[in-house]
């Protein structure tokens, strides 16, 4: 059972010990008494006082006089009216609710209709936003927008998430295009190197153009391939997107749930909603925080928690920024011992060291061979990019689940216990979402850090002519490694709910009031350090520290049945000896 489910028995204990029932109204004596003294009968007299005890109670609940008057006076031949048809009525201080109830089919589509247009609902609870409603038409209802709403948020999110790829990409070719053109640079080397190479200035001028010509082209065809490479992980990124999996995960676990929501679902999922459908808000769970701050704005510390998870929010947005610095400095470092060679071949042609036609093709040799290990690169990356996205959407629900449930606790918290304890609140929301950060954590960088290695290991199989059987020991327990770095968090969350419900049971039994304190820390803590200590003492981080230590250059080629060993050919071996210092 789920952290949510098991806290809802929670809530309706709180509600059973904290509410109290509706007080039933009398007429006033006093008021009766001086009626039939001026003449009146006693049923008009005490439906007069009546009239009175209903409009003074609709008064003191901020309603005006005349107002509340006229809806005293239509409740009560409302309640006549079903007295006559042989029900029994109670009267009670809920007028409002009462005297507005209406068809049940009516109360549906107005809702409906209100849900449609984005509207704010008019309450906090099912009978005050839509009085008469049927609970089992507002539960459809709710099903149904939030699917809705579930698929219209995703487009709008991948919109998003393409343009910003596309701006990032535009941005990157725009500067790798001028960068390319820096090559031209090297037409100014016979003036560097005439001192050196006295009497050769014609010779030096010739090959420093062929050189400026070769480096333009070189460095634009690596740009091709980097913007190859970059376009494909765009491509992938909403799989392995955290907010895109935070978001899709909200709307999963209200879903799940929405059946004992239903009560309060105005407050809870119809507000949010309307935030999220007119773009005020994009995050859902960003816009449940929001909502939950405005129904007490006395209690401040709803608010600091929505913007703790605001920055935890945008720092997930970060993360396409970071692999994309990540890709250029990998970049600058492939085309660094290019760049050398073209730079270096004017003089070494003075010098007789080399031929010009050599040290071109083996530029584009090297070209050749990035290509053929980026496309090595892209494969590997569209299985490990899957399997991580299939396994972040699996690790970041429950999280999702856990963090919303100790959002609702400890609002119901703040509403029943009057003392309440804010740093009670504060941890416990802020140990969930410290829970769905490690759970996120654990995914993304173990996927970072093998498509790392997997990158090298391909440089140097197409670079340096090391096969892939030289890398036994990282196919074999770096894929264990990032199999079980994926799953181990899964495992954890899926004994944890089982613990946690078990430990929220036995704090809630008999009856009073719940031990509130006890019951927000104890289920994050248990979540966060449980984690920590399961995830060291499982080999998790073992598993991590495997890939992070791996040393992809450290797999020799020499010796190897068609292997070229150092020397065999100068661009190749200058390659090596550059990635080896890497």
Excluded at 441 to 464: P, Y
Excluded at 466 to 474: I, L
Aim: net charge negative; with cysteine; aromatic share 8%.
């Amino acid at each position: 059972m789920s952290i949510l489910n098991t806290l809802f028995a929670t809530w309706a204990l709180a509600l059973t010990t904290t509410a109290e029932p509706p007080t039933k109204l009398a007429p006033d004596p006093a008021i009766v008494r001086a009626c039939m003294a001026e003449g009146g009968s006693e049923s008009e007299c005490t439906q007069q006082a009546l009239v009175a005890a209903l409009a003074q109670a609709c008064v003191d609940d901020g309603g005006t006089e005349e107002a509340c008057v006229a809806q005293a006076q239509a409740q009560l031949a409302a309640d006549a009216a079903a007295e006559a048809d042989g029900e029994v009525v109670e009267i009670a201080e809920d007028v409002p609710a009462a005297a507005a109830a209406g068809d049940p089919e009516v109360a549906a589509a107005q809702a409906e209709a209100a849900i449609a247009e984005g509207d704010a609902p008019a309450g906090e609870t099912m009978e005050e936003a839509h009085p008469g409603i049927d609970p089992g038409e507002y539960l459809a209802l709710l099903r149904e927008v939030l699917r809705a709403q579930k698929e219209k948020v995703a487009e709008r999110l991948e919109e998003k998430i393409a343009a910003k790829q596309d701006a990032k990409m535009a941005t990157m070719s725009s500067v790798l295009s001028w960068l390319s053109l820096a090559g031209l640079l090297l037409l100014a080397l016979p003036l560097v190197l005439r001192k050196k190479y006295p009497g050769q200035g014609p010779l030096l001028f010739k090959y420093s153009a062929i050189a400026a010509g070769v480096c333009t082209v070189a460095i634009f065809l690596f740009a091709q391939v980097l913007l190859l490479l970059r376009g494909v992980q765009g491509a992938l990124s909403s799989l392995t997107n955290p907010q895109v999996a935070v978001i899709d995960a909200t709307f999963q676990v209200l879903d799940d749930n929405v059946e004992d929501l239903v009560e309060v679902g105005p407050a809870l999922i119809e507000a949010p909603l309307a935030q999220v459908a007119s773009g005020e808000q994009d995050s859902l769970p960003l816009a449940i925080l929001d909502n939950v701050s405005r129904l007490n704005e006395d209690i401040t510390v709803f608010k600091t928690i929505a913007r703790q998870f605001e920055g935890v929010f945008a720092m997930f947005g970060y993360l396409p920024i970071v692999l994309t610095v990540v890709a250029v400095v990998l970049f600058l470092l492939s085309i660094k011992p290019v760049i050398v060679q073209i730079v270096a071949m004017p003089g070494r042609v003075a010098s007789g060291e080399a031929q010009a036609s050599a040290v071109i093709k083996d530029v584009f040799r090297t070209i050749g061979r990035e290509v053929l290990a980026t496309l090595c690169l892209i494969g590997g990356l569209i299985v490990v990019t899957i399997f991580s996205g299939i396994m972040l959407s699996f690790a970041v629900q429950p999280a999702i689940e856990a963090f919303l449930a100790y959002v609702f606790t400890s609002l119901l918290y703040t509403m029943a216990a009057s003392d309440f304890s804010k740093f009670a609140v504060y941890a416990s929301v802020l140990g969930a979402l410290l829970f769905l950060v490690l759970n996120i954590a654990a995914v993304l960088v173990t996927n970072v850090l093998f498509l790392g290695k997997l990158q090298k290991i391909c440089k140097r199989r197409f670079h340096e002519k090391v096969p892939f059987s030289a890398h036994r020991r990282f196919w074999g327990w770096g894929s264990l490694s990032l199999v079980w770095a994926h799953v181990l968090p899964l495992l954890f969350v899926t004994g944890a709910q089982e613990g946690v419900g078990v430990l929220i049971d036995s704090m809630t039994k008999g009856d009073g009031e719940p031990p509130w304190t006890a019951l927000l820390l104890s289920g994050p803590a248990i979540l966060v350090f449980g984690f920590i200590v399961v995830f060291w003492a499982a080999r998790g981080l073992a598993a991590i520290r495997f890939i992070l230590r791996y040393r992809p250059q450290d797999a020799q080629a020499a010796g190897m049945p068609g292997v070229e060993t150092a020397g065999a050919r100068g661009g190749t071996a200058r390659y090596r000896s550059t990635a080896g210092e890497r």
